[in-house]
């Protein structure tokens, strides 16, 4: 019995530790479901915006936020993700998006579907290109989709990997990038 409250207590403290490391805290348009870009050192981009220590990415409709900073994955961290409701009065509150919407195993780039990693959600590219081949800028990006899971399943994104065995990871291929923005 000592055992298994160590653990529940180890589970809980390590969870509440990720929420107060540093992380992104995602703002969608209320009801946003889609593919969402997150382009980073964009010599036109947008400074990053922080709150309490974490850098809020406000995102729109296209779905696309461009930013100068360099992105970094905060490692232990457990991103947010927040819908922004306007009430009558013209006021902004932040109700969180669904849990089951994106995967936060730790961060918004998991991979909730297979651990063979052959299909994915939530993928960062080095070379940024806005939604197509085309339009390339000197950034790097992350991709994620936003959405109930029958449909993030639909819209994930073959993993492509790197042929040598030697080197397994992830390449980008830009034929395969989605389209950001909305689905309407």
């Not at 089951?100 to 297979?114: H, I, K, L, R």
Request: glycine share 8%; proline share 9%; with cysteine.
């Amino acid at each position: 019995m000592k055992l298994l409250v160590a653990a529940f207590l180890l589970i809980a403290s390590t969870s509440a530790y990720a929420t107060k490391l540093p992380h992104y805290v995602f703002v969608l348009p209320n009801g946003y479901t889609g593919w969402i870009q997150v382009v980073f050192e964009d010599p036109n981009g947008a400074p990053f915006e922080v709150e309490h220590d974490n850098a809020v990415l406000k995102i729109d409709d296209s779905g696309i936020i461009r930013l100068r900073g360099v992105g970094r994955m905060f490692v232990g961290s457990h991103d947010e993700f927040f819908y922004d409701v306007v009430d009558q009065h013209g006021k902004h509150s932040r109700i969180p998006v669904p849990a089951n919407f994106v995967c936060t195993a730790m961060s918004g780039m998991d991979n909730c579907y297979d651990d063979d990693s052959k299909i994915t959600d939530g993928f960062s590219v080095g070379r940024a290109t806005i939604g197509k081949p085309k339009g390339t800028t000197q950034g790097s990006a992350w991709w994620l989709f936003v959405g109930p899971p029958d449909l993030r399943k639909k819209m994930a994104r073959p993993a492509h990997v790197n042929p040598d065995p030697q080197y397994p990871y992830h390449i980008d291929v830009p034929e395969d990038d989605p389209s950001p923005g909305r689905i309407k």
